[in-house]
């Protein structure tokens, strides 16, 4: 939560408005002045809680809140509706799934029909890859989108893929439905502030290294640019264990999601780099409170051009969505609201 101090009456009795706080999972700080305690500060790790609760606590005088760095990313709505595709609110994540490269109009075709008969709703693909080496497949480009948004629209599926860079922003938001910013370009404010002025909503990838604070801020730079809808996606951080490709915060997905109320989405596939934890998870995901699921699959995971061990066999992918559908009443919406006070 943001930061709070509460201001006590001069005859309160500090231990039992601090005793009536902690037993709401809310921890303070004495501030002393020459009289006494005269005020708690609420430390960074309590519970969420709206100010107005507090200050109905006997012996609270005002609850003094820290202005917002984030007043647009607090007024977002928290839930975005693309015709019938819903992304935010309750129940089992929207899954987002397809191919890491469009690599050929058949290949596209064929992932969205699969994609489409097991209920998949949003095709993901890409048309411009960002690669660590240089030498390897960059993607069609141009008549990449083409092809991914000709299958999206032959089996009914939204679109999302992603932008680069300012060239390309212009033709992804003629054939997307969601602007994807990838985790590299997060600090990108030149490009966000373009993708922005486009009016669709953005997945919005976190840094490896980004901090929540960080995150948020580019989210903000969005709203400011034009955006009507952020959705954050968490899809690991940098570790220092190789036996991932990164290291997946899903505390950060808890965070955002239940005390700060934001949708949140999770790609498990560039969090693992391998495709036998993604099914687990996903899961986990849902439990933390991800909205979505941003998973990379292939119908020969073998013979794909980029990122062939974490795309998961469209068999497998069918496994994964029909237990988390099964076990979407467990995964309720927990959100507590904006700015992390049930607003």
Request: proline share 8%; charged share 20%; aromatic share 4%.
């Amino acid at each position: 939560m943001s930061a709070v101090v509460i201001i006590l009456y001069e005859n309160a009795d500090p231990a039992r408005v601090r005793a009536e706080l902690t037993a709401r999972g809310i921890w303070t700080s004495p501030l002393t002045a020459a009289g006494g305690v005269a005020a708690l500060a609420v430390e960074p790790y309590s519970a969420a809680a709206d100010p107005a609760e507090l200050a109905a606590i006997p012996g609270v005088r005002q609850v003094l809140e820290e202005t917002t760095g984030h007043p647009l990313l607090r007024n977002m709505p928290r839930d975005y509706s693309l015709g019938e595709v819903r992304i935010g609110g309750g129940g089992a994540p929207l899954v987002m799934a397809g191919p890491c490269s469009a690599e050929t109009p058949e290949l596209v075709m064929e992932a969205a029909q699969r994609l489409a008969a097991m209920g998949v709703q949003v095709l993901r693909g890409g048309a411009y890859k960002p690669r660590t080496n240089p030498h390897s497949f960059q993607g069609h480009g141009p008549r990449a989108l083409q092809w991914l948004r000709d299958a999206a629209d032959r089996h009914g599926l939204k679109l999302i893929t992603e932008t680069m860079g300012e060239d390309s922003v212009s033709p992804v938001a003629e054939a997307a439905d969601i602007i994807q910013i990838g985790s590299r370009n997060m600090y990108n404010h030149d490009l966000l502030r373009r993708v922005g002025k486009t009016g669709k909503p953005v997945l919005l990838k976190r840094g490896v290294s980004a901090t929540i604070e960080e995150w948020m801020g580019s989210a903000e730079t969005l709203l400011l640019a034009g955006a009507p809808f952020v959705l954050f996606c968490e899809r690991g951080i940098r570790g220092y264990d190789a036996h991932t490709r990164n290291f997946l915060d899903l505390g950060s997905v808890a965070l955002l999601r239940r005390v700060h109320g934001l949708p949140v989405a999770v790609d498990p596939s560039h969090a693992a780099g391998r495709r036998d934890l993604i099914p687990p998870l996903s899961l986990a995901a849902a439990a933390a409170g991800a909205c979505a699921l941003l998973i990379e699959t292939h119908p020969s995971p073998g013979m794909a051009l980029s990122d062939g061990p974490q795309a998961l066999p469209l068999e497998e992918l069918s496994q994964v969505i029909r237990q988390i559908r099964r076990l979407a009443p467990l995964f309720p919406d927990e959100s507590a609201g904006r700015d992390g006070h049930g607003r």
